[in-house]
């Protein structure tokens, strides 16, 4: 099974402030036969489903703001959110879906 | 438009059969495939199985000597069948489309 670590476990920031956050994966998520990496990012705020923000690790889904930015290939993924709102804050997971299905275990966006 | 709804049993007693039920509207199953998801209380996501749009099934190794998944495309229903149910099973059961499009969830808590 594909193993999802994903870094930090929290992190408490400032409105308009840049966040990072990290996956890494067991093995690699990219197929040689398209090209794309079977990563996706997802956000879910307290009492809500999960909501898909980037899929194939760095297409954003439609109506999903510009300031969410997913990058990486291969084993290591990284979700970018530049001037941080307060909508945003919220519990972010990456899911891997290369080799059956293997979430990431979560990272708490909260505010400082 | 895409729509999913859970149902089923607020309450399961351990040892017990959980029955869930997904009820779809604004798409096919036999056109998209639909994804089970749970969510321990205050804890991160987990696949548990899957329905494909072409009647095959295929589930998490951890849950498959429990688990079912089934479905009545006549109805618009997938359903999900897991014996043995234990106070850890306790938390939130989503049914998505894809991984795309979610349905509300539904809370199961599993006591005596």
């Known amino acids: 099974d594909i193993v999802m670590t994903q870094s930090p476990f929290s992190l408490a920031v400032s409105e308009g402030e840049m966040v990072t956050i990290n996956c890494k994966s067991s093995?690699?998520?990219?197929?040689?036969?398209?090209?794309?990496?079977?990563l996706a990012w997802y956000q879910q705020k307290p009492g809500q489903s999960p909501k898909l923000l980037i899929y194939?690790?760095?297409t954003r889904q439609s109506g999903v703001p510009d300031r969410f930015i997913g990058s990486g290939s291969g084993t290591d993924f990284t979700l970018t959110i530049s001037d941080v709102q307060a909508e945003d804050l919220a519990d972010y997971y990456c899911?891997?879906?290369?080799?059956?299905?293997?979430f990431g275990a979560g990272t708490k966006l909260e505010l400082k | 438009q895409v729509q999913l709804t859970e149902s089923g049993p607020g309450l399961v007693h351990p040892s017990e059969t959980l029955s869930l039920t997904c009820t779809v509207s604004?798409?096919?199953?036999?056109?998209?495939?639909v994804y089970w998801v749970r969510q321990p209380s205050g804890k991160g996501l987990e696949w548990m199985g899957r329905?494909?749009?072409?009647?095959?099934?295929s589930y998490n190794s951890a849950l498959k000597s429990r688990l079912s998944i089934s479905r009545d495309t006549s109805k618009n229903q997938v359903f999900l069948k897991m014996n043995s149910l234990q106070t850890d099973d306790t938390g939130t059961y989503y049914c998505?489309?894809?991984?795309?499009?979610w349905g509300q969830g539904v809370m199961v808590t599993v006591s005596s």
């Open positions: 998505t489309r894809d991984m795309g499009n």
């Open positions: 604004g798409f096919s199953l036999t056109g998209y495939s």
């Open positions: 329905m494909r749009y072409n009647g095959d099934t």
């Open positions: 093995q690699s998520l990219l197929s040689s036969g398209n090209q794309k990496n079977y």
């Open positions: 194939y690790a760095s």
């Open positions: 899911l891997q879906h290369y080799s059956y299905y293997t």
